[in-house]
């Protein structure tokens, strides 16, 4: 049974502060996807990663993926407090079928001035 | 392009009353999700179509919940009886085929169940 587990689930940083979310996963898997969302909103795609080495940066948001250590980073550098949201990541299984995604318990970010 | 459009946006209702969700996926997408989120499960997967047929429906709680997709843009939720641990915010979602195709989200249905 695959397994998600982000961590922290919960970070506060400051303004101008760098920080890295993890996420951790338990079996083999070819692909991985993060996602954004803000209190009370819909889920927004941010990166999709589909290889080992895979990096996507966006803004203030890099995300990497490293399949043999079954982790994906999201680099956070220099935040700002437009990105205070709950940040998902979602894995699914090597060759399993495209709609079996299973998602972290997610990482609140608080960004405060 | 419009995005995936739910409603109702938000639903109240009594124990033992029928709820129906409704979602209309991005056109041109095959592939529709229902998730569930509380602060408890976090996000669950429901059931998931491809081209209108239910391909794994083996997060659906019980026999009260039931999912439909008649056509290519349209798919409906019911619970029949609802019980307020069904409370919860509703996601409909939908993508292309392919790996590299995300599920775009809808704004969700948050269902209080009194």
């Known amino acids: 049974e695959l397994k998600v587990e982000q961590n922290p689930l919960f970070l506060s940083m400051q303004e101008g502060k760098n920080y890295t979310i993890y996420c951790n996963y338990s079996t083999t898997s070819d692909r991985l996807y993060w996602y954004r969302q803000d209190p009370g909103k819909s889920l927004e795609s941010l990166f999709v990663l589909l290889s080992n080495g895979a990096v996507k940066q966006e803004g203030r948001l890099m995300a990497s993926l490293d399949t043999k250590a079954r982790l994906s980073t999201l680099h956070i550098t220099a935040a700002v407090h437009d990105l205070s949201a709950t940040y998902f990541c979602?894995?699914?299984?090597?060759?399993?079928?495209?709609?079996?995604?299973?998602f972290g318990k997610g990482t609140k970010l608080s960004v405060k001035p | 392009d419009a995005g995936v459009i739910q409603s109702p946006r938000h639903e109240v209702t009594e124990m033992g009353q029928e709820v129906t969700l409704r979602c209309k996926p991005i056109?041109?997408?095959?592939?529709l999700f229902w998730y569930r989120q509380t602060m408890m499960r976090g996000l669950e997967l429901l059931i998931y179509?491809?081209?209108?047929?239910?391909?794994?429906d083996s997060g659906m709680p019980e026999d009260r919940f039931s999912a439909k997709m008649p056509n290519a843009s349209f798919s409906t939720l019911k619970i029949q009886p609802s019980e307020p641990r069904d409370s919860a915010v509703y996601f409909c979602?939908?993508?292309?085929?392919?790996?590299?195709?995300?599920?775009?989200f809808g704004d969700g249905t948050r269902l209080s169940i009194l």
């Open positions: 056109s041109g997408h095959d592939y």
């Open positions: 979602a939908s993508s292309g085929t392919g790996y590299n195709q995300p599920q775009h």
């Open positions: 179509f491809n081209n209108n047929v239910p391909i794994d």
């Open positions: 979602a894995v699914g299984l090597v060759g399993g079928s495209q709609g079996n995604l299973i």
